[in-house]
Each structure stands twice: as structure tokens, then as C-alpha cells.
């Protein structure tokens, strides 16, 4: 019997990344047009639909500086993944730093209280068949030391919660709002990757599919697994 999940892809980046540095900017300024079409219409526009005069340079910058998830898996992150995406590059940088900000926040709970079952030889006490917290270092700490989180990243969801998140949330000064928006972004993107973005360390190709290494894999058990649907 063989089995299949629905998963979403996104490498238009990946092709235009691959073009002479020359011909990307061109190339993005016209991906660039298709975020202006509202998704309300819940129909297509053809980029030849609309005007060059509504996009720019800028706009086609902000396409190539950030890098969401070439696949991802779970529904309920998808849309988030795509309003990132969308507000970041047409310019809505409070809106696109929000959005990060709560998809880490809510991501970070959800690993944490998914995989704690999986981890009781190193399980945490006073996290323990606890829910979501608004504390991100708890969750960040339990997931470094499960190994999900290198320190690398670790450091920067530390700071972000603290320089951003709380900043932002607690009437903090607005400074840098374009860099704490891509910075969040960045963020988002690489947590969602190493969850529910078939990561390299999880996700391998073989007979030009994409095939988990190791089904035991608590990642795979809790964010992939219940996505597989059998097909007669």
C-alpha cells in the first residue's frame, strides 16, 4: 500500500538564487508583483496583469533577503509562513515581525510539549504535561538540550525574545523596524525548517522523492507522521 502527504513547496527563490546576480533582481521584481494581489480574491493574477509601476527595486530586495521553508508540512504554520513572506516584502514590517514573532512563540510550545513525551530520560520537571507559556528561554533550553536547537540559534531566539518580542509587545522603543523584521523572519523560517520544513538531517532524496532517515525520529512521529494518508 502506498502512502502519500500533501506538502507545500516553494522554490522560486531557489531558481532565481541560481541566475547571474545580474538577472535576479529583474527576475524577482517580477515574482514581487504576485504578493500585491490580496489573497481575499482567492483567485490567480497574472504578474502581466499588473502595472510595473506598483513594484520596485526595494520590494525585489526584500524578496532576496529572506528564505522561507522550500517545504513545509503542517496547515496551520503554512498561512503564517506565507503572511511573513507577503508583509515582508511589500513593506508592512510591523506586520511581518509580529507574525514571526507569534509563530516562534507558538512553535516553540508546541515542539516542546510534543516531544517531551519522547525525552523522559531527560525530561524537565516544571515543564512537565504543562501547556503553552509565554516564556520563550524555558522551551528554548529544553529544545537545545533535546539537541533540536544549536547553540547558534539557541542565542538568537534568546535575544529576539528579549530584544524584540518584549520590546515590541511592552511599548519598547521602534527602531530598526525593517532589520527586526528580517531578523524575525530569519528566525521563523529556520525553526519552522528544523519542524515542519524537511530538514537535511531528517529528509533525504531518494528516487526523486523525498524520504524521512529515520522514522523513529520524534519530529517525524509528531509533525509528519499524522500527515501520511494511505492511497489504495
Same mark, same amino acid.
Given at each position: 500500500?502506498?502512502?502519500?502527504?500533501?506538502?507545500f513547496?516553494?522554490?522560486?527563490?531557489?531558481?532565481?538564487?541560481?541566475?547571474?546576480?545580474?538577472?535576479?533582481?529583474?527576475?524577482?521584481?517580477?515574482?514581487?508583483?504576485?504578493?500585491?494581489?490580496?489573497?481575499?480574491?482567492?483567485?490567480?493574477i497574472?504578474?502581466d496583469?499588473?502595472?510595473?509601476?506598483?513594484?520596485?527595486?526595494?520590494?525585489?530586495?526584500r524578496?532576496?533577503?529572506?528564505?522561507?521553508?522550500?517545504?513545509?508540512?503542517?496547515?496551520?504554520?503554512?498561512?503564517?509562513?506565507?503572511?511573513?513572506?507577503?508583509?515582508?516584502?511589500?513593506?508592512?514590517d510591523f506586520s511581518?515581525?509580529?507574525?514571526?514573532?507569534?509563530?516562534?512563540e507558538?512553535?516553540?510550545?508546541?515542539?516542546?510539549?510534543?516531544?517531551?513525551?519522547?525525552?523522559?530520560?531527560r525530561?524537565?520537571?516544571?515543564?512537565?504535561?504543562? @501547556?503553552?507559556?509565554?516564556?520563550?528561554?524555558?522551551?528554548?533550553?529544553?529544545?537545545?538540550?533535546? @539537541?533540536?536547537?544549536?547553540?547558534?540559534?539557541?542565542?538568537?531566539?534568546?535575544?529576539?525574545?528579549?530584544?524584540?518580542?518584549?520590546?515590541?509587545?511592552?511599548?519598547?522603543?521602534?527602531?530598526?523596524?525593517?532589520?527586526?523584521?528580517?531578523?524575525?523572519?530569519?528566525?521563523?523560517?529556520?525553526?519552522?525548517?528544523?519542524?515542519i520544513?524537511?530538514?537535511d538531517?531528517?529528509?533525504?532524496?531518494t @528516487? @526523486?522523492?523525498?524520504?524521512?532517515?529515520?522514522?523513529a525520529?520524534?519530529?517525524?512521529?509528531?509533525?509528519?507522521?499524522?500527515?501520511?494518508?494511505?492511497?489504495?
Amino acid at each position: 500500500m502506498a502512502s502519500k502527504m500533501e506538502v507545500f513547496l516553494n522554490c522560486s527563490r531557489n531558481a532565481l538564487l541560481a541566475m547571474p546576480p545580474a538577472v535576479q533582481k529583474v527576475e524577482a521584481m517580477r515574482e514581487v508583483k504576485t504578493f500585491l494581489v490580496p489573497r481575499v480574491l482567492k483567485r490567480e493574477i497574472l504578474c502581466d496583469g499588473i502595472p510595473d509601476v506598483l513594484v520596485n527595486e526595494e520590494m525585489a530586495e526584500r524578496y532576496l533577503e529572506i528564505t522561507p521553508p522550500v517545504f513545509s508540512l503542517v496547515p496551520d504554520f503554512q498561512s503564517v509562513i506565507l503572511e511573513i513572506e507577503q508583509s515582508y516584502v511589500i513593506g508592512n514590517d510591523f506586520s511581518a515581525l509580529s507574525a514571526s514573532c507569534v509563530a516562534i512563540e507558538r512553535l516553540l510550545n508546541q515542539a516542546r510539549i510534543a516531544l517531551h513525551k519522547h525525552h523522559k530520560d531527560r525530561a524537565i520537571r516544571k515543564l512537565w504535561n504543562r @501547556g503553552p507559556t509565554n516564556d520563550w528561554q524555558p522551551n528554548i533550553d529544553a529544545l537545545k538540550d533535546w @539537541g533540536y536547537l544549536d547553540d547558534a540559534l539557541a542565542s538568537e531566539l534568546s535575544a529576539l525574545y528579549r530584544d524584540i518580542r518584549c520590546r515590541y509587545l511592552h511599548c519598547g522603543a521602534i527602531q530598526s523596524l525593517r532589520q527586526d523584521a528580517r531578523r524575525s523572519a530569519a528566525a521563523a523560517y529556520k525553526l519552522m525548517t528544523i519542524f515542519i520544513g524537511f530538514p537535511d538531517d531528517l529528509f533525504g532524496w531518494t @528516487g @526523486g522523492c523525498l524520504a524521512c532517515k529515520n522514522e523513529a525520529d520524534p519530529r517525524f512521529v509528531e509533525f509528519y507522521k499524522p500527515y501520511i494518508k494511505d492511497q489504495q
